[in-house]
């Protein structure tokens, strides 16, 4: 009932945090999908395709995992897939709030569907891709922080603006 799981978030671009969670949960699910989610409303550094195409090359040794992407409500995207598990990152105790809310109005429109916390290494309980955006913009090392592809991305954006 619960091999498929769901690991969502905007992966702006994806860190080694990420990949902590997204390990984790590969060897506890049978099935993880990884689903870039993205608004139009939100703009990011990189695009949808482009997240998607770091995400898979950097998990592209874990045969369990798929990476996807979804326009609308994380939970239709849930359904769509036959999953009953949605996988979150917790760094410290400041996501708690924001997780618990997210959580708690999933759990409103679909009671079925269970959430469960992961808890990161703690040597990226600081890590996020926007610190990691904001470092690398003004041309400090994040090579620890983000998988090669990424740090190679990152350079690419950053001299063409
Ligand atoms: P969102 O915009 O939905 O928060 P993110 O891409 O920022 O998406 O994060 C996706 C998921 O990964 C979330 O569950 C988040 O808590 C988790 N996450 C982000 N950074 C880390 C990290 N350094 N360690 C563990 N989990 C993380």
């Known amino acids: 009932m619960t091999e498929?799981?769901?690991?969502p978030g905007s992966f702006d671009p994806v860190t080694n945090?990420?990949?902590d969670i997204i390990h984790r949960a590969a060897k506890i699910f049978e099935n993880v999908r990884v689903v870039v989610m993205h608004n139009s409303a939100k703009r990011g550094l990189f695009t949808a395709e482009e997240r998607m195409a770091l995400l898979h090359e950097a998990t592209s040794h874990l045969p369990n995992v798929?990476?996807?992407t979804s326009p609308g409500l994380l939970i239709d995207y849930v359904r769509s897939?036959?999953?009953?598990v949605i996988?979150?990152?917790?760094?410290?105790?400041?996501?708690f709030e924001y997780e618990m809310q997210i959580t708690?109005?999933?759990r409103m429109l679909d009671e079925e569907i269970e959430t469960f916390?992961?808890?990161t290494k703690s040597q990226y309980s600081f890590l996020s891709s926007s610190i990691v955006k904001e470092v690398a913009q003004y041309g400090g090392d994040v090579s620890s922080l983000v998988p090669a592809n990424v740090l190679k991305a990152l350079h690419e954006k950053y001299e063409n603006k």
Not at 87 to 95: I, Y
């Open 117 to 119: 916390f992961v808890m």
């Open 4 to 7: 498929i799981a769901v690991v």
């Open 17 to 19: 945090g990420h990949l």
């Open 87 to 95: 996988v979150r990152g917790l760094r410290a105790v400041s996501d």
């Open 104 to 106: 708690s109005m999933n």
């Open 81 to 84: 897939v036959n999953a009953s």
């Open 66 to 68: 798929v990476i996807e």
